[in-house]
């Protein structure tokens, strides 16, 4: 611990945003760029406590108050070597994960917590900018090939995992280009995708081969085919088929789902073209309270929108911790986000009744919950941002009774092993495919926790690789 009294000389400063006039112009990132100084006074915050909740908080486990102190005496090099060790990819869980450690941490119980993610934002930067190798490689090939399916987060990181082991590692995705919900879930405003490519050049760098336009299907590559070519096959297929919301009207045209959205709207980015899904001048609806929601607000304000309204059919959440939901836990709180700065209008406990229009929506019919009044608002478009109910399993055979939990996703027993698959090849799944929708930091978690149960099934022995969790672990 550098500075004892660190966590009270020093009070939460995390970076500032870029006006609202400036950064609506653009699709860069939102924030600014914090001083060297300034970092290493947050990470003096850190009390280092003896038992540290926030790494309990971490899926990961990353070893926050080592890399906390590290940054303070402006050891950049030693805490990048700390934060690789357990997280593959900092640089987005730094800029997109929303920080179960600090809500765990114990300076939170009385005080505003570390900025945790920020710091590890910061580590991973400087560990880039210094030239510092950020894909860990084996000094001997092991001669196994394992094959990869999906390129999101749960599947680089299994794919960054077992080829630091050795292992020749192919990774299969069905789009265009790699990186699942990371390329064109996540808008630019939160991920640019030159930081995308750069994790994905020293990926390949290290020898890692990438597959686009691979549909792992029956009208594609057969699934039996990899298992034909590969010494074990790892599925990280995501939790892609969106909630929809089943009223009258919702069929009409101006009605999507919300990747739908993202996804035309971060290709129009990359292309420097106009959105085929355009907001322009319209008057929106976002069904959902939740970061995807928020994702399609902050779109639809770079797109110049008429109006957006964001509705939530729950309550508004408390703005301070509840007694039901104690620290450590992360409490479900209000949430202010960059978008929602921007402007917009937020409606909790509002119900949808009825999409009205001539063809395209123009109108929807929305109730509110806590007096039962009904009222009509216009609308253009619509974004159903609602969630997803699992991975799309019919044309790869691996929807039927027996392979799947209760929930719709692939049930795997506790090696990460789809068992009702017969044949030599074994056939491991992580990731949204088998939790659910889930946080970015937990799809990391599981494709490492899947690799190292690939890599023991190859080796024959115990992996030296870590396994921070079980499938179907549980959070906080």
Same mark, same amino acid.
């Given at each position: 611990m ?6 009270l000389?020093?009070?939460?400063? @995390? ?32 009390m ?18 080592v890399?906390?102190? #590290?940054v ?5 090099d030693? +805490?990048?070597?700390?934060l ?6 900092p640089e987005?869980?730094?800029? #997109?994960?929303?920080?179960?450690? &600090?809500?765990a ?5 009385g005080?505003d ?10 580590v ?6 210094r @030239? ?8 001997? &090939?092991?001669?196994?090939r394992?094959a990869?399916? @999906?390129?999101? $987060? ?12 050795g ?14 919900l990371?390329r064109y879930?996540?808008p630019?405003?939160?991920?640019? /995708? ?21 549909n ?9 085919n ?13 939790s892609?088929? $969106? ?38 001048a319209k ?14 607000l ?22 301070e ?13 209000? /949430? ?5 700065d921007?402007?917009? &209008?937020?409606?909790? +406990? ?16 929305? /109730?509110?919950?806590?007096? @039962? ?18 991975? &799309? ?20 027993d ?23 929708q ?11 926790? +899947? +690799? ?5 099934? #190859? ?8 396994a ?9």
């Amino acid at each position: 611990m550098g500075k004892p009294t660190g966590f009270l000389e020093f009070t939460r400063q @995390g970076p500032s945003m870029r006006p609202v006039a400036v950064r609506l112009r653009d699709w860069r990132e939102v924030y600014e760029p914090q001083s060297d100084d300034a970092v290493q006074v947050q990470g003096a915050r850190c009390m280092d406590c003896g038992i540290p909740f926030c790494m309990q908080g971490c899926p990961l486990g990353n070893r926050i108050p080592v890399f906390n102190d #590290l940054v303070y005496r402006g050891r950049w090099d030693e +805490a990048a070597e700390q934060l690789l060790d357990t997280n593959n990819f900092p640089e987005f869980t730094g800029r #997109l994960c929303p920080a179960p450690c &600090e809500s765990a941490c114990v300076l939170g119980i009385g005080a505003d917590p570390v900025t945790i993610e920020r710091l590890e934002y910061e580590v991973i930067e400087h560990a880039f900018a210094r @030239g510092i190798t950020v894909q860990r490689t084996s000094t001997s &090939e092991s001669g196994r090939r394992v094959a990869v399916v @999906g390129s999101g $987060p749960a599947g680089l990181a299994a794919a960054s995992q077992l080829r630091s082991a050795g292992h020749h590692v192919e990774v299969f995705e069905r789009s265009d280009a790699i990186g699942g919900l990371l390329r064109y879930g996540i808008p630019e405003f939160k991920l640019e /995708k030159k930081v995308l490519d750069r994790r994905l050049r020293a990926m390949a760098d290290a020898g890692i081969i990438f597959h686009t336009s691979a549909n792992i299907a029956d009208d594609g590559t057969p699934l039996s085919n990899l298992r034909a070519g590969f010494d074990a096959v790892v599925l990280a297929l995501g939790s892609t088929r $969106p909630r929809l919301i089943p009223v009258p009207g919702a069929q009409l045209t101006g009605i999507y789902p919300a990747m739908t959205y993202l996804e035309a709207a971060n290709r129009a980015v990359a292309t420097d073209s106009v959105s085929q899904i355009d907001a322009h001048a319209k008057h929106v609806i976002i069904l959902g309270g939740g970061d995807t929601g928020a994702d399609c607000l902050g779109t639809a304000h770079r797109q110049g929108a008429a109006s957006v309204t964001q509705i939530e059919i729950m309550d508004e959440p408390p703005h301070e911790r509840p007694q039901d939901q104690p620290w450590p836990t992360m409490a479900r709180l209000f /949430k202010v986000t960059s978008a929602h700065d921007e402007g917009g &209008e937020r409606r909790f +406990a509002t119900e949808t009744l009825e999409f009205q229009g001539d063809g395209t929506v123009s109108e929807i019919v929305l /109730k509110y919950n806590h007096d @039962g009044s009904v009222t009509n608002a216009p609308a253009d478009l619509v974004f159903i941002a609602a969630g997803f109910v699992g991975p &799309e399993l019919e044309k790869l055979g691996l929807n039927s009774p027996g392979r799947l939990t209760t929930r719709d996703t692939l049930l795997v027993d506790s090696t990460w092993r789809i068992e009702s698959l017969p044949g030599d090849t074994p056939v491991f799944a992580c990731g949204d495919a088998v939790r659910g929708q889930s946080l970015i930091v937990w799809a990391i978690a599981e494709g490492r926790s +899947a +690799a190292s149960a690939v890599d023991a099934f #190859l080796n024959g022995v115990p992996s030296a690789l870590p396994a921070p969790v079980e499938p179907y672990s549980l959070s906080w």
